[in-house]
């Protein structure tokens, strides 16, 4: 029997969603894929071991995007951020990596391995996902995906942070994308809230490859695809592993809702106008997401004390549908 997968009412074959301990709540936030290449985590590991043991090529690696980083470690040095490092590659960055480093990271971390596996995800999985968002959206989504804008992320949820028996791995949020593909090494940790029940979280099983959706997919879809709020809590004492594929729109693509029966009173001015581009969209959400991983400090007169969702949720909705996520439920 071909396994499924099932955002809303429509169901597509080569995904599961059998998962028992997910809340059936979930179901029209969350999809279960069953991979057919098992994510690199040994490969990743070694990876991780190998930049935290050489500075000097962590050092190199970061040089190819200088503004913001690949190797991020700023948990080492900051106890109230979320608590992990992370790598952060994309097509065009790999694609830069000096090849006396790409040599030493293939010896000491199977570079090479794990970029295969993310094109393999892409190849797989990418269109068959738009093309199950587009029947939920009722319009085509993969024309606002021809750049290939996506990200490749590594994380590490390691206990070697500043804060080492702190549960924020990562802080609770909603993608800026279209969706992410989360691929998890067995280790539970990662927690998707039910839609219906604000601060309330259901735990995903460490074993499971999960798709969540974010803003761009419910803008465009005019909130027929719900997008997840979700958190990652740490074990102390316990290294854990992600792989995550993030899909975005092109950058230059206006966020509004695709079909013209949307409630204009739903979403806010700004996005039923057209002032909203995905570029614009995703510098916004970045200032705060960067703050949450220690990894950006605000700017003047930014207060601290806001969840992430909070500003995209004012930006998002019209003041008549305002739906503030909890914002002294950071974590």
Known sequence: MDPV??????????????????????????????????????????????????????????????????????????????????????PRRAARIPPDLAARLN?????????RFFSHTVETYVQLILDMLSKIAGAELAPLH???????????????????????????????????????????????????????????????????CGWCALILSGDRIQAARHRVRRAPGIRRFSAVLFVAPD?????????????????SKKVMDGWVSVRWFKEVMGKRWRWREGNEDLEDGERDDIAQDEDVEKLVWGPRTLKLSNPKFPF
């Open 5 to 90: 997968a099932t955002f809303g009412s429509e169901k597509f074959t080569s995904i599961q969603t059998d998962k028992p301990t997910a809340s059936t709540s979930l179901s029209q936030a969350i999809s279960f894929l069953q991979p057919t290449v098992p994510a690199p985590f040994p490969a990743i590991r070694h990876l991780f071991n190998h930049l935290s043991a050489h500075p000097s090529d962590a050092a190199l690696l970061n040089s190819i995007y200088p503004s913001r980083g690949i190797f991020k470690t700023a948990a080492a040095n900051n106890p109230c951020s979320d608590q992990k490092f992370t790598i952060d590659l994309s």
């Open 107 to 115: 010896t000491h971390g199977d570079l090479d391995s794990i970029l």
């Open 146 to 212: 021809s750049a290939q804008n996506f990200n490749f992320r590594l994380c590490d949820y390691t206990p070697a942070t500043a804060a080492p028996e702190s549960s924020n791995g990562c802080g609770a949020h909603t993608d800026y994308g279209t969706f992410s593909i989360i691929f998890q090494d067995g280790q539970a940790g990662l927690e998707v809230e039910k839609p219906d029940e604000p601060g309330a979280w259901v735990t995903i099983p460490g074993d499971a490859t999960v798709v969540l």
């Open 251 to 267: 950058l230059d693509v206006v966020l509004r809702p695709l079909k013209g029966d949307s409630d204009r009173r739903s979403f």
